[in-house]
């Protein structure tokens, strides 16, 4: 099942580095598919997002999740 997010993108400098998103309710999500065209910290996204509940990472951060469509605000 989708979802629509609202949220800003951010880097993490630890384990290796990986981007999130933030969403403006404060969940954190961690997408598996990161499009190079939201990379950039602090921008403002508008995304659709399924759940990835049976992903495994050595990022402990973040609810999994496939991004699915975006478009930067």
């Known amino acids: 099942m989708s979802k629509r997010v609202l949220g800003k993108v951010i880097y993490h ?14 969940v954190e999500y961690r997408p598996l598919n990161f499009p190079i065209q939201l990379k950039i910290e602090g921008v403002l996204v508008d995304i659709v997002v399924e759940d990835m509940n049976d992903e495994i990472s050595m ?15």
């Open 13 to 26: 400098d630890f384990s290796g580095g990986f981007w999130g998103i933030v969403s403006d309710k404060g």
């Open 59 to 73: 990022f402990m951060w973040g609810q999994p999740v496939k991004i699915i469509s975006f478009s930067i605000l």
